[in-house]
Nanobody
Framework: QVQLVESGGGLVQAGGSLRLSCAASGLTFSSYRMGWFRQAPGKEREFVGDISTTGSSTNYADSVKGRFTIYRDNANNTVYLQMISLKPEDTAVYFC??????????????WGRGTQVTVSS
């Protein structure tokens, strides 16, 4: 079955770094655009960024531009979210998703279960 499994979350101090991974199985990974989203307590899930099928293009939310980088390894069916200069407001459950580009927006089709990132001040 189709499965996305995130890993790499944890507790980090403000200013620190983390790298999240999302391993995909049961789908033709290289055919999907991949995205990262996050959801903080009491807030709606928000778009973090996405990456094209080949990895040649990425988009990011303004709140993470310059601090977060998405890249992918199609040979190993994995997408990564490298996060640096983390802030307490980055605290959230981070989800990866496989999907498509609909108009100019990423449209998620399959979701992972998420991994918790907590940034302490």
């Amino acid at each position: 079955q189709v499965q996305l499994v995130e890993s790499g979350g944890g507790l980090v101090q403000a200013g620190g770094s983390l790298r999240l991974s999302c391993a995909a199985s049961g789908l033709t990974f290289s055919s999907y655009r991949m995205g990262w989203f996050r959801q903080a307590p009491g807030k709606e899930r928000e778009f973090v960024g996405d990456i094209s099928t080949t990895g040649s293009s990425t988009n990011y939310a303004d709140s993470v531009k310059g601090r977060f980088t998405i890249y992918r390894d199609n040979a190993n069916n994995t997408v990564y979210l490298q996060m640096i200069s983390l802030k307490p407001e980055d605290t959230a459950v981070y989800f990866c998703a496989a999907g498509y580009l609909f108009s100019t927006h990423f449209a998620p089709h399959v979701w992972g279960r998420g991994t918790q990132v907590t940034v302490s001040s």
